[in-house]
């Protein structure tokens, strides 16, 4: 069992930024960020794969929020940069084991962990 402690999130102004964190308690072979809002389906947001190797991103957040991570440390970042009100939601860390194509890593299905969530606000 892979316990996810995530950290950052909070209010900030159309145009801002912030950072989140994730740390795993165990190896993983890939690390992703998720976020729902509310009413709304839970959606991809970004992963990074330590097997296999790469980076993956839904379209609208490409070139704004960055992921990156440390294999050794099971450790996953997002940077989150020219946050907009849409991008509100509570985002989630997820992580898994085993090999996974790029299109599988964009499915919460394909995720076996899960942290408990953190909320981001962006204000306009």
């Known amino acids: 069992q892979v316990q996810l402690v995530e950290s950052g999130g909070g209010l900030v102004q159309t145009g801002g930024s912030l950072r989140l964190s994730c740390a795993a308690s165990?190896?993983?072979?890939?690390m992703g960020w998720f976020r729902q809002a509310p009413g709304k389906e839970r959606e991809f947001v970004a992963a990074?794969?330590?097997?296999?190797?790469?980076?993956f991103y839904k379209d609208s957040v490409k070139g704004r929020f960055t992921i990156s991570g440390d294999n050794a440390k099971n450790t996953v970042s997002l940077q989150m940069n020219s946050l907009k009100p849409e991008d509100t939601a509570v985002y989630y860390c997820?992580?898994?084991?085993?090999?996974?194509?790029?299109?599988?890593?964009?499915?919460?299905?394909?995720?076996?962990?899960w942290g408990q969530g953190t909320q981001v606000t962006v204000s306009s």
């Open positions: 165990g190896r993983t072979d890939a």
């Open positions: 990074a794969r330590w097997t296999g190797g790469g980076t």
């Open positions: 997820a992580a898994l084991r085993g090999i996974m194509a790029s299109m599988t890593l964009r499915a919460p299905s394909a995720y076996s962990y």
